[in-house]
């Protein structure tokens, strides 16, 4: 104990005081099963046995055994897993490694017999972390951050929104993974396959630009962030402050709820239907770009019934 507490202290000593390497940098994946803690106890160990062996199959399939049997800091989550690799391979685990993985789960759950099917969130990261070879390994900020990213608003929206029979991966990668491999032209995806998120974790100080990838979508995709909006905002009033100014200063806000309001001059006469419109009261803007569908689905005759 006391040899472990003297290079805690050594350490501490000469934070910012002195340089250090850095430990090599590595690829990290984590993943975790929905639901996991909504599951009947008696089933929680055999998915947590399950998901790696899953993982395990998935790289076997798309030919990256190799990264499996080299892996790095292994660990498991209970309800997911996590390990390190190569960061050269961080184009193959992007793909063809998720869109195998989605294969993998849709046999597993057809095969499992009407029980409730196995999704995975999955995150990506690249950053330096070291390996000393026991259960302390892979310990670092790279590994932390995987792992906020795992537990963030947009990824779990997405498994929460879209159909439990179609789609079994929604993945996350880090703003690093993204740009070295997708937006660098390394792996097998266009970037238009990869949407841009704001990713927060309730009840952590944690906001980090990250991108989503789904490899079989059965639902909306929100491909604009708040945060990105507000930034686009507040560069048109970096570059035109006088016309925002004035912007500001001369607006105007009207409100006739059931009535009429005229800004201008009337000919003939007015009149006001009191109305109610059935629907959603909105302020602002209801949703940003979306992918896929949005609005009511109708079957049948859409007017059955009214008079």
């Given at each position: 104990?006391?040899?472990?507490?003297?290079?805690?202290?050594?350490?501490?000593?000469?934070?910012?005081?002195?340089?250090?390497?850095?430990?090599?940098?590595?690829?990290?994946?984590?993943?975790?099963?929905?639901?996991?803690?909504?599951?009947?106890?008696?089933?929680?160990?055999?998915?947590?046995?399950?998901?790696?062996?899953?993982?395990?199959?998935?790289?076997?399939?798309?030919?990256?055994?190799?990264?499996?049997?080299?892996?790095?800091?292994?660990?498991?989550?209970?309800?997911?897993?996590?390990?390190?690799?190569?960061?050269?391979?961080?184009?193959?685990?992007?793909?063809?490694?998720?869109?195998?993985?989605?294969?993998?789960?849709?046999?597993?759950?057809?095969?499992?017999?009407?029980?409730?099917?196995?999704?995975?969130?999955?995150?990506?990261?690249?950053?330096?972390?070291?390996?000393?070879?026991?259960?302390?390994?892979?310990?670092?900020?790279?590994?932390?951050?995987?792992?906020?990213?795992?537990?963030?608003?947009?990824?779990?929206?997405?498994?929460?929104?879209?159909?439990?029979?179609?789609?079994?991966?929604?993945?996350?990668?880090?703003?690093?993974?993204?740009?070295?491999?997708?937006?660098?032209?390394?792996?097998?995806?266009?970037?238009?396959?990869?949407?841009?998120?704001?990713?927060?974790?309730?009840?952590?100080?944690?906001?980090?630009?990250?991108?989503?990838?789904?490899?079989?979508?059965?639902g909306p995709l929100l491909e604009e962030t708040s945060t990105g909006c507000a930034a686009e905002a507040t560069q048109q009033e970096d570059a035109y402050p006088l016309e925002s100014a004035r912007a500001q200063n001369s607006r105007v806000e009207n409100s006739a709820p059931n009535g009429n309001i005229n800004t201008g001059t009337v000919h003939g006469g007015q009149s006001v239907g009191n109305y109610r419109v059935a629907?959603?009261?909105?302020?602002?803007?209801?949703?940003?770009?979306?992918?896929?569908?949005?609005?009511?689905?109708?079957?049948?005759?859409?007017?059955?019934?009214?008079?």
């Amino acid at each position: 104990m006391r040899e472990h507490s003297s290079e805690l202290s050594q350490r501490s000593a000469g934070l910012y005081a002195q340089s250090h390497p850095l430990p090599p940098y590595r690829g990290i994946l984590a993943v975790d099963a929905k639901g996991f803690t909504g599951r009947p106890a008696i089933e929680h160990e055999a998915v947590s046995r399950a998901v790696p062996e899953l993982l395990k199959a998935a790289l076997a399939r798309a030919g990256l055994q190799k990264l499996w049997n080299d892996r790095k800091f292994p660990a498991s989550t209970g309800d997911g897993y996590v390990f390190g690799f190569d960061p050269s391979l961080t184009p193959f685990v992007i793909h063809p490694l998720l869109l195998t993985l989605q294969d993998v789960l849709t046999d597993f759950n057809v095969l499992s017999h009407g029980a409730v099917p196995i999704r995975l969130r999955v995150s990506l990261h690249i950053g330096p972390l070291p390996d000393t070879g026991d259960e302390f390994g892979g310990n670092g900020t790279a590994r932390n951050d995987t792992h906020r990213l795992l537990d963030s608003r947009p990824v779990k929206a997405v498994l929460a929104s879209h159909k439990e029979n179609i789609t079994h991966v929604a993945a996350i990668l880090s703003e690093r993974c993204y740009e070295d491999a997708v937006a660098g032209g390394y792996t097998g995806r266009h970037p238009d396959h990869f949407v841009e998120v704001a990713a927060t974790v309730d009840g952590k100080p944690f906001s980090q630009r990250a991108w989503i990838y789904v490899p079989q979508p059965s639902g909306p995709l929100l491909e604009e962030t708040s945060t990105g909006c507000a930034a686009e905002a507040t560069q048109q009033e970096d570059a035109y402050p006088l016309e925002s100014a004035r912007a500001q200063n001369s607006r105007v806000e009207n409100s006739a709820p059931n009535g009429n309001i005229n800004t201008g001059t009337v000919h003939g006469g007015q009149s006001v239907g009191n109305y109610r419109v059935a629907g959603d009261h909105v302020e602002g803007s209801k949703a940003g770009r979306i992918r896929g569908l949005q609005g009511d689905q109708v079957r049948g005759n859409k007017y059955q019934g009214r008079s």
